[in-house]
């Protein structure tokens, strides 16, 4: 690949040499008679290096570093400063200017093809990065779309309504919730989020989120009958001792997280749940508001710790929202964060609503308070609506 170098110098002569000697090496090149002819070029078209006088009429080498440099086209483009400027003061401010290196007036044609190389291993490096930044993003989305799969299906009927709001903040995060049939009474509801965002949060979640599958190693392990003539479960307290014991916090990777596991008993109507570290539940039943305070430390903090479990009672109709932190420290422009006050009056507000609905209008909601849809920390948040 030949590539393309724009030659900027208001001295003809000097212009000519620089394109014999750049011809002479294999390079495509386009010429310029000063810096401002050489702005409306860079802009019409996509040049590898620029190859920039100092001192010039109008706009001037180190101003035409700046402009290239604070223009998005795409690519990288090496920029090397010709001057007869060769103390510090101005080596340094042409650096500063944007400019990648420089070469010292009267050339020496050796030196100028030296500079010239070391531009192309920069471009080439710039290139392969790009590149493997591509397909970085290609995989990191593919695999949101993995994590994505793994949550619960949004459905109405019973024992209980389900829908959701989820957006990751680096396309894969550590938040993860679901809801799974675990017999013919019983339902576990849980939400989770591993510290940190990314690679390591999300497979860290997804390996929580397998065990907590009523199947193959999960933790919820089954015990005698009992007077349903139904296997007795772990109980959620249980749960949060096994996964403390299993995930105390360690280098190298020092993730722990938060969690709420419940489990649901529709012939009952009762929930029994833990809180670990997580953000409090809001619990919503006709006109009354219940905030699920109560709870424990998050996982892994501490060793051989006995975790409480609590009981709710669920009526048909009554909703529980579970969250994670990144919903509460959404800020807006003013860098006001949107709290958890705000998240329990905007949820009681839609409680007329269905809840799909409900769920679409919060996420216009949150987006609308950000101003934009990009967000610094993973958001989820899990409605269940109880319908026995």
Known sequence: MAYRILIVDDDSSTRNLLKIYLSQWGYDCTLAEDGSHAWELYQQSNFDMVLTDWMMPGLQGPELCQKIRGYDKGGYTYVILCTVKDNVKNIVEGIESGADDYVTKPFDRNELKVRITAGERVLRLEYTLEKNNERLQRNLKQAAISLESMLPAKRQGKPMNIDWMFKPAAYIGGDLFNVFALDEVRTSIFSIDVSGHGVASALFAVTLSNMLRPWGTSVSARGPGNKYGIENLTSPATVA????????????????????????????????????????????????????????????????????????????????????????????????????????????????????????????????????????????????????
């Open 241 to 388: 001792a096994v996964l403390n014991e299993r995930f105390q916090l360690k280098p190298p990777a020092d993730l722990y997280f938060t969690m709420f596991y419940g489990v649901y008993n529709h012939a009952e109507e009762t929930l029994k749940w833990v809180r670990a570290g997580h953000p409090t539940p809001i619990l919503i039943s006709g006109d009354k508001t219940e905030i699920l305070e109560t709870g424990d430390p998050p996982i892994g903090f501490l060793t051989d710790y006995e975790f409480t479990e609590f009981e709710s009672t669920m009526k048909t109709g009554d909703r529980l929202f579970l969250y994670t932190d990144g919903i509460i420290d959404v800020t807006n422009p003013t860098f006001m964060p949107f709290g958890a006050e705000r998240l329990q009056k905007k949820l009681v507000s839609l409680n007329g609503e269905p809840l799909d609905n409900a769920l679409r209008l919060f996420e216009e909601h949150i987006i609308a308070y950000r101003g934009g849809d990009e967000f610094e920390d993973d958001l989820s948040l899990l409605g269940v609506e109880f319908s026995d």
